[in-house]
């Protein structure tokens, strides 16, 4: 999901970047040597030089002539620096979007998958001491890589007692955070089947450890997505004696690549069991404990596209393994979250450059729906008069507006200046992602598949829901009814959205199905 909504975040804040600040040009001090030159030379002189008449006034004394032609030529010699100083700038940054524009081209999942630098990973041992490496490189990825680059923490929860537990680590996207979790069940006798493995750093093998000395018997790709899948062959690689099960169509861009080719060395397909036991004739142990059942539309979206995802249900525990199906927003944000990310994100000074104040000087330049230049600048004026709040109120607001950036792509102008009133609409409640629900969802391709997977999961009795964003928590068929409900009957938006920050998904989804992308 992180890398659904980063762009249309990073595109405005690189127009902010390549925008003179006030009061300077890309002419830089050049500008003011001009202007202490050009004080010296009166407005006939200065309108003869724009002229090309560099002889002075025939009225002048010799020694202002002189003057006048020393001045002219300072002034001409600057002008061509700063010209000079120009074209450089815009070299250097036309050289900086061509290499921009190779990094996508090559940045897809993985490059070289069948080395250790096809994971472009550097992953810790799980013998480190107490104090594992939280150290893993991942530089790959389409449209953008994610973040973070180089290390990456790793919070566990207990969501059953000693059977069931969430991981989650952070991944960010120009400066806005998203929580990736991967879902540990220990199994009955001791070893774990872990759905959605998240990079094995050292901290979180450390982690799996504690939880079971016999290992892992069961790993479960439960998505195409990028976000998920790219961290298996490296962890898999981990646990060589664990068997992988990956659902079908895995998917690459712009390369479509077979999944031995992406670095899975799959058992089999992460299948429906109740139509699926002889694929998994050599795991009973799974199909004893496990129940699967797979979303699989017939037809790919554009690029190839496929928007596959196992539930997994757990019999013993009555706890379902989801992917991006749904999502439910804690009113705080968890542990996973880095505080100073959150200040930055929502930071209230009119004059910091943090990716909260980028995000609202690039709305209020292109004037975001018509109203972001008015309502930024009534939002400073308060801000002004009232003050920035405490630490931890910015740090709540930018929980908020982070949620809101993360679901919407672009939130109203409202919503970016005050997001607590949409925020409250779709906190503590088993909702259906806004950009799931509108660029995937929506599309004719999934949608009949998407009924009957929603109405099959739905006959399990389960009573915890572990999605791969967000919370995890309490929930039931009911709420999974509940949040489908509208998606499956029409294509309107669901009335818990927000209407105005839902717009610009509407506009975006209008256009991809104009285009026949879904």
Known sequence: ?????????????????????????????????????????????????????????????????????????????????????????????KKALVAMGLLLVFSTVPLFPSSEAATAATVSQATEPATASRAYLNVTGFPFPLGPFFERKTVMTELVKDKVYSFEQPQDLAGITANVRCTAFRMRDGRLAVYNPLAPTGEFLQQLKSISEKGVAHILLGSTAYEH??????????????????????????????????????????????????????????????????????????????????AVFHKDTKVVALTDAMVNVPAAPTAVYDKDGLLAVGDKKPDSYSIGNLVLKAAGAVNWRGTAAQENASFWSKVQADGEGSEMEQVQRGWELNTLLSLYFGPSPSS???????????????????????????????????KRWVNDVADWDFTVIAPSHFAAGPGTPADLRSAFATTLRSNDMDPTFDTADFNLLEDIKGVLKRFQII
Not at 53 to 76: F, I, K, M, Y
Not at 278 to 298: I, R
Not at 420 to 440: D, G, H, Y
């Open 1 to 93: 999901m992180a890398r659904k909504r980063g762009l249309l975040v990073l595109l405005p804040v690189l127009s902010i970047w390549l925008r003179p600040l006030p009061g300077r040009s890309w002419l830089g001090g050049n500008q003011l040597h001009i202007a202490r030159a050009s004080q010296n030379c009166s407005p006939r002189r200065m309108a003869r030089f724009a002229s090309g008449h560099e002889d002075g006034d025939e009225n002048t004394s010799p020694a202002a002539r002189s003057q006048a032609v020393l001045d002219d030529w300072e002034l001409q010699r600057l002008i061509k620096e700063s010209v000079k100083a120009r074209a450089s700038i815009y070299d250097s940054i």
């Open 416 to 450: 970016l200046v005050d997001p607590q009133a949409s925020f409250e609409k779709i906190k503590t409640k088993w909702i259906v992602a806004p950009v799931t629900n509108a660029v995937i969802y929506s599309s004719d391709k999934v949608k009949p598949e998407l």
């Open 229 to 310: 899948k790219v961290y298996t062959p490296a962890f898999s690689r981990e646990f060589p004696e664990a068997k992988l099960w990956a659902v079908p169509d895995q998917w690459s861009w712009p390369l479509d690549l077979p999944p031995p080719l992406l670095g899975f060395n799959a058992t089999g397909d992460l299948l429906d069991t109740a139509s699926g036991q002889a694929n998994y004739a050599s795991a009973p142990d799974f199909t004893s404990e496990f129940e699967v059942k797979l979303l699989h539309p017939q037809q790919r979206l554009a690029f190839g596209y496929s928007a596959v995802e196992a």
